[in-house]
């Protein structure tokens, strides 16, 4: 059985393998700025500036960041190219030939500017299945605006990027570009959320005084759900629930998270299913600014679990606004198993209290919880305190003193309008912060135009000869259906497997405000053992998820996982 499945690797292809273990490392450690202090992971400087403070990041299939801020405050650091049209009448500037959106090249580490032509402001957006970003809303001209970014099918590896100029980069023959679409939203969607739906649509959720859902493309004729939750759970003064968080249960239905309270919502026939408990303690939506992650799925099984980190007490805002008092963040997270009978929420303490922090799915199926400030809220200036060291939370995990673990600081706070997004090697990318009306380079927390990488301790080189490199995933086109039984082979350092092996599907979130829309990990079924086909190479067996309600039909990052040490992923396609 075990040799059945013969396949001949070319002799120079194990030396590139062997050679991919061996340097990995040391390019991980190639750093700029390694920030002192315990904990484990690693910083790294990626670029000093790329001109715009990244407010928003969508990593695409190729390989590509994209990323953008905001239109109406003035220039940026980085120039539009020329032969691009600059914007006129600004709100600040009369004539703005500069970019406020860039796309970044993760293997090269270069980018070069995009043009987005409205303003992109605290904005929403979601992948649809053929791997085209569709971004809703925004400010002003641009809040009722619908904008597509398809990714170029060229993709740059080290090698082939050259030597970049002054960091930007832009002879790859990739051209790609946002394009605005004629026909608008229903309603002006600022702060709103958005969620890729099983039969590939995208639902765009609440905004500033919207208490509706609509779809892109439309619902014929184009209609506007009114959805009174949204209404009901607006704080006098502060709000607190918007940019409200999103999940896709595995019944179909749509998990809504606001304020403190949440719902399953039947999207297609407007009603709400039920509603959950809501969660202890403080509030935990924008501009009480928590996180949210749906906890790592199961292919074949049905089970669900929502985790809620950090917000801010009842009037917080309303303090650090009117009063400069800031006062100390919410501490706590809360497990809510959405998909038992009477669910209650779970509470567990933080090492310390977050606000603005973001949440993120790793490939080993810890959640990582990294950036924001530990006293005050959202909004212009009203956050002291960054939080620099990221914290690991193992879910699986039964020791209580080992559920969380502080990770090495970083050197820059990442207040408001920062992000961070899981990278295709593992690494996670952290840019922004600017809790400015303007670009302030001067202020205490100034405006940030720097990308760094955070490297969680599965990256470190003692573990090198763990990590696995996927050398083909035997599906046709990389595209792979419902529960279907498919093949991936992979090489790992070792002479043998020496621990557990996971396979994960993950979706690359749209990333802003500390959520990431879309964001979701499925562990998909190992079927029988793991075969070794050759020295080094092995061949495991694995059943993709059940239903569109899983994993919706798009794009996901496929990492082979060996003793919690993931390998670079690769692109695949489920539909
Ligand atoms: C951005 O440009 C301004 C004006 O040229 C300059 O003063 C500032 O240092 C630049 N900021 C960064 C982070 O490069
Ligand atoms: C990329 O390739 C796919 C499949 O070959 C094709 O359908 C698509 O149009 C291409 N996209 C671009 C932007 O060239
Ligand atoms: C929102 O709720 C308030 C108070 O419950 C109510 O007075 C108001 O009419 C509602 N607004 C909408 C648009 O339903
Ligand atoms: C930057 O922020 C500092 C401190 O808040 C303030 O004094 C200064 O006026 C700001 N500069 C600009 C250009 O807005």
Known sequence: MTFQHHISLPFFSLISVFSLFTTAATQQGSSNAVAPGGGGGAWVLLQKTIGVSAMHMQLMKNNKVVIFDRTDFGTSNLSLPTGKTCRRNDAVVKLDCSAHSLLYDVASNTYRPLTVQTDVWCSSGAVHPDGTLVQTGGYNAGERKIRLFTPSNTTTTNSAAGAPLNGVFGGDGDNSDWVELPADLRVRRWYASNHILPDGRVIVVGGRKQFSYEFFPPSSPPSLFFLPFLNSTTDR???????????????????????????????????????????????????????????????????????????????????????????????????????????????????????????????????????????????????????LNPVIYYP????????????????????????????????????????????????????????????????????????????????????????????????????????????????????????????????????????????????????????????????????????????????????
């Open 237 to 387: 003064f502060e709000e607190n629930n918007l940019y409200p968080f999103l999940h896709l249960l595995p019944d179909g239905n749509l998990f809504i998270f606001a304020n403190r309270r949440s719902i399953s919502l039947d999207y297609v026939r407007n009603r709400v299913v039920r509603e959950f408990p809501a969660i202890p303690c403080e509030k935990r939506n924008y501009p009480s600014t928590g996180s949210s992650v749906l906890l790592p799925l199961r292919g074949q099984v049905a089970v669900a679990e929502v985790m809620i980190c950090g917000g801010a007490p009842n009037f917080a805002f309303y303090k650090s606004d009117k009063l400069r008092i800031f006062v100390e963040s919410s501490r706590t997270c809360g497990r809510l198993r959405v998909s038992d009978f009477d669910p209650k929420w779970d509470m567990e303490q933080m090492p310390m209290s977050r606000v603005m922090s973001d949440m993120i799915l790793l490939p080993s199926g810890d959640v990582l919880i990294i950036n924001g400030a530990s006293h005050g809220t959202a909004g212009w200036e009203d956050a002291v305190g960054p939080v």
């Open 396 to 575: 699986t995990q039964t020791d209580s003193s080992k559920k969380f673990q502080v990770m090495t600081a970083s050197l820059i706070p990442r207040m408001y309008h920062s992000s961070a997004i899981l990278l295709p090697d593992g690494r996670i990318l952290v840019g922004g912060s600017n809790p400015h009306v303007k670009y302030n380079f001067t202020a205490l927390y100034p405006t940030d135009l720097s990308l760094e990488a955070f490297s969680p301790p599965y990256m470190d080189p003692q573990s090198s000869y763990l990590r696995p490199t996927i050398l083909s995933v035997e599906a046709t086109d990389n595209v792979i259906s419902y529960s279907q039984e498919f093949s991936i082979k992979f090489a790992v350092g070792s002479f043998w497997l020496e621990r557990d092996l996971t396979v994960a599907l993950i979706a690359p979130s749209f990333t802003t405000h500390s959520f990431g829309m879309n964001q979701r990990l499925i562990y998909l079924d190992v079927v029988g053992a793991v075969q070794k086909i050759i020295e080094f190479g092995y061949l495991v067996n694995v059943v993709a998820p059940a239903s569109k309600n899983v994993a919706p039909p798009g794009y996901y990052m496929l990492f082979v996982v060996h003793g919690g040490v993931p390998g670079e992923c690769a692109w695949i396609k489920v539909n």
